[in-house]
């Protein structure tokens, strides 16, 4: 079953990483796949962009079934797929909404990751302002300080959700572990810190662990004053 997928990703994506490891967590090893270069414009290569006309990554086909956003593809896996691997939403529906929240909540850790990470990256140096990079600063530090507190109130040990491993933890993992790569310091957000030393163990997410993070662990130091 897996042969008859192809996947196509960029090494320290988080939106790919979710996918890998929801492929690793469903048993799927085996599937074809790709590695671009986001450096190179590969994700605009004409593979790609015959079936993700956004040409972006990842981008995920299983037989004739097309779904390239992150949150689609693993919700999809866990559904053809509830029976084999690890179930990754629980049948309880306390355990159930828990799981739906921070996973959606991601997204806007996401989006406040980005503000800060790429600004100067996405906005020309003369559209700059430093009240714009104090605002999104403050934002993504109080959104960094919100997932501290989600974790202080669980049990050591716990994952996203609670004492299983999760769809939660597939999506706010790949995003906790970027902001660690960025210079988030595990001394300041100690709790963050567990999660990220505990999951990073897990045999799905070592073998899904981005290549050029291997290859070179010093990550940047953007996030390192949070």
Known sequence: MASSMILYWGSGSPPCWRVMIALEEKNLQGYQQKLLSFEKNEHKSEPVMAINPRGQLPSFKHGDNIINESFGACLY???QFKSQGTQLIPDSSAE???VYQRM????TLQQKMADVIYYTW???EDERHNSAVKRNKEALSAELQLWEGYFQKMDAGSYAAGKNFTMADVMVFPQIAYAFRF???PEKFIKLGE???LVKKRPSVEASWPPHWKE???GM???KDF
């Open 195 to 197: 999660y990220h030393n």
């Open 221 to 223: 130091d953007i996030l």
């Open 183 to 185: 210079g988030l310091s």
């Open 122 to 124: 996405r906005v020309p």
């Open 216 to 218: 070179n662990p010093q």
């Open 77 to 79: 896996l866990e559904n």
């Open 104 to 107: 959606f909540e991601t997204l």
């Open 96 to 98: 159930q909404a828990l």
